[in-house]
């Protein structure tokens, strides 16, 4: 039987920790917060692919090792596999999560009906807190495949909440 983590204590480690990096350790400098959680990222991806891959022998490609992380290293983290996988067969990857598990207590419904403000420096500033929360993932899933030996660049957008896409771009 596998250790588990309770899904609330994750959301509020991950939660925490991007508003201690965010707001008390790099204030003035998100970009240097952004780093730090992408890095802690990369440690859990790395280490977690190494336990997910051990008993496997190594992918012959870059598509295999892709394909891994959408079916089933997604669904050891989030228990559901990556919605859509698209590639340009060039090195480049889209891994679409409909529902991304981080993000569905984010949504925040913007319509005029609720009440809800129309400010685009509000919304802006919504969408900053949103996209530093992505980068702990970004960094699992370069983690993850540079233990399999796949050297990336991973980066994230939001396309309506709680649907993001994460964008792996292969090294060469």
Known sequence: MGREVSESCIDSLLTEMVSTYCNRFYANKPELA??????IGYQVGHQLSERYTMDRPRFSDHLEAIKFICKDFWSELFKKQIDNLKTNHRGTFVLQDNRFRWLTRMSI???PENGASEDTSI?????AVQSMHLYFPCGIIRGALSNLGIPCAVSADISNLPACSFVVRIKA
């Open 34 to 39: 952004a780093r730090r959680i992408e890095a």
């Open 123 to 127: 919304m802006a500033d919504n969408k």
């Open 109 to 111: 419904d913007q319509s």
